[in-house]
């Protein structure tokens, strides 16, 4: 039985768990399941033998997030859709969600990206560039050479860099164009919707099947406006914007009939809109304010 001691321990370390499983799941759900079987493992755990505890529950998490992942490849790959993850969104400053270890990179962008490497790529990449873990222990957690690691780590490096470039824009600048993105999308305004987006931005959407959604990506400011333009032009006067923190990023969740439709994220370079993320999802929506 785990005394109290143990129990500080692990809530100690438990923002840490849950942000390792969230970036190698996707989903808050699954993310709290996987804490939970850590620490049901935790309270059986013989800590005389153990060196480190953050090391043996670290392993532990991962190990049970790489099965999980595994488990759910059939699932992801019969999803209608894009499957984009479930959005961690703050409405204020502080939430359980930004004391949960979130300073390294979990943007919808960059999940986007996690998404398209295997799950040993994925688990090796998380590990060495978000996690700082030795090629060691990612070996002993995988069970594979070291050398086969940084092979792992090499080729999941290439592919996030190829199409997860980091752009440096102040939060500032994010917040502000983003508001005026918002008052524009707000009020149906297509010509300054165009003005904030770059000549070849890209829509994703997430409707998983549940609720209407578009199965392939959108290309141009045009094309990107219009479908702002169309809600607002469906549901005159009945759409609403509110601002929020979308993955540790400035985003926006949209009202219709002052009920939540969508949780959006967006990247910006260069002072323009270059991406859009929306997660229409209702499953993925459960944990975001319903009503405005």
Same mark, same amino acid.
């Given at each position: 039985m785990a005394t109290l001691d143990d129990e500080h321990i692990f809530l100690a370390l438990r923002p840490r768990l849950f942000s390792i499983a969230y970036r190698m799941l996707g989903t808050r759900c699954d993310a709290d399941d996987?804490?939970?079987?850590?620490?049901? $493992?935790?309270? =059986?755990? /013989?800590?005389? *033998?153990?060196?480190?505890a953050e090391?043996?529950?670290?392993?532990? &998490? &991962? $190990?049970?997030?790489? /099965?999980?992942?595994?488990?759910?490849?059939?699932? $992801?790959? *019969?999803?209608? =859709?894009?499957?984009?993850? #479930?959005?961690?969104?703050?409405?204020?400053? $502080?939430?359980?969600?930004s004391t949960a270890e979130m300073a390294s990179d979990v943007s919808v962008a960059f999940m986007w990206v996690l998404e398209r490497l295997a799950p040993e790529e994925r688990a090796a990449f998380l590990m060495r560039q978000v996690f700082d873990r030795d090629y060691s222990e990612i070996a002993a957690l995988l069970g594979k050479s070291e050398a086969a690691c940084r092979q792992l780590v090499h080729r999941a490096q290439a592919r996030v860099q190829q199409e997860h470039p980091r752009f440096g824009v102040a939060r500032d600048t994010h917040q502000e164009l983003l508001a005026?993105? %918002? *008052?524009?999308?707000?009020? =149906?305004?297509?010509?300054? %919707?165009?003005?904030? %987006?770059?000549? /070849?931005?890209q829509l994703v959407a997430d409707g998983g099947g549940?609720?209407?959604?578009?199965l392939h990506k959108l290309y141009g400011a045009g094309r990107v406006a219009g479908v702002f333009w169309s809600l607002e032009h469906k549901f005159p006067s009945r759409v609403a914007y509110?601002?929020?923190?979308?993955? =540790?990023? *400035?985003?926006?969740?949209?009202?219709?009939?002052?009920?939540? #439709?969508?949780?959006q994220a967006f990247i910006i370079d260069a002072g323009k809109i270059v991406a859009v993320f929306v997660m229409r999802n209702p499953d993925k929506l459960a944990g975001v304010q319903q009503t405005i």
């Open positions: 996987v804490v939970q079987e850590a620490w049901i $493992r935790w309270q =059986g755990a /013989d800590r005389a *033998a153990l060196q480190s090391a043996w529950l670290v392993t532990v &998490t &991962t $190990r049970l997030a790489l /099965d999980r992942l595994r488990s759910h490849k059939a699932d $992801r790959e *019969a999803y209608i =859709g894009w499957w984009l993850p #479930e959005p961690l969104v703050e409405l204020d400053e $502080r939430t359980p969600e005026t993105f %918002m *008052a524009a999308a707000a009020s =149906g305004d297509v010509a300054a %919707m165009k003005s904030l %987006m770059s000549d /070849d931005v549940k609720v209407p959604s578009f509110r601002a929020a923190r979308v993955n =540790g990023e *400035a985003g926006l969740l949209r009202y219709v009939d002052g009920r939540l #439709e969508s949780a």
